[in-house]
T-cell receptor, first 115, second 111 residues
């Protein structure tokens, strides 16, 4: 299957700083990627859809100024958590699909801890 | 909008069969997916249904009824390693093929 690579896998940052997470499609071009957040013992919550060459589409309730998404090329999307606070600590995971009738391929996920 | 519901937790014994249900309400439908997720790891793909009926893949089967907005994942010959969360996800016909996940079901398999 297709490969999506995400890093870092773990990051610890101080409150008030910003953290960038990268998501790359290694063997296919992804015009669209998706960013999810997952709190302990909960399911994946879709945060936003990242579109190559255009602005991201955010889900209701997700602050676009706090979670900056950039999709600069067909193989790379980045999520920047700005001015991080302890409540932003979570598991962030990206995914991409090749077509409408295929599964989503996931990155390895990033465990963010804000201290 | 989309509403996808699953039982929160289920328990079963090794060697048994378990059925995990998923009900959904979506605007448009482009398929339903089941994923398995172990704690701290990325989800792994199990099955995909776009037409009504049963899809079988080894010990795992998935069923879909579009008219009822209902799916289930059937796990046979349970093994201890099947203890994980099982996530139902639906793709609508809007929003760049995004997958929206249900609440997830934590399955605990005991000896």
């Amino acid at each position: 299957g297709a490969v999506v690579s995400q890093h870092p896998s773990r990051v610890i940052c101080k409150s008030g700083t910003s953290v960038k997470i990268e998501c790359r499609s290694l063997d296919f071009q992804a015009t669209t990627m998706f960013w999810y957040r997952q709190f302990p013992k909960q399911s994946l919550m879709l945060m936003a859809t990242s579109n190559e060459g255009s602005k991201a589409t955010y889900e209701q309730g997700v602050e676009k100024d706090k979670f900056l998404i950039n999709h600069a090329s067909l193989t790379l999307s980045t999520l920047t958590v700005t001015s991080a606070h302890p409540e932003d600590s979570s598991f962030y995971i990206c995914s991409a699909r090749i077509g409408s009738y295929t599964e989503a391929f996931f990155g390895q996920g990033t465990r963010l801890t804000v201290v | 909008g989309q509403n996808i519901d699953q039982p929160t937790e289920m328990t079963a014994t090794e060697g048994a069969i378990v059925q995990i249900n998923c009900t959904y309400q979506t605007s448009g439908f482009n398929g339903l997916f089941w994923y398995q997720q172990h704690a701290g790891e990325a989800p792994t793909f199990l099955s995909y249904n776009v037409l009504d009926g049963l899809e079988e893949k080894g010990r795992f089967s998935s069923f879909l009824s579009r008219s009822k907005g209902y799916s289930y994942l059937l796990l046979k010959e349970l093994q201890m390693k099947d203890s994980a969360s099982y996530l139902c996800a639906v793709s609508g016909n809007t929003g760049f093929q995004k997958l929206v996940f249900g609440t997830g079901t934590r399955l605990l398999v005991s000896p």
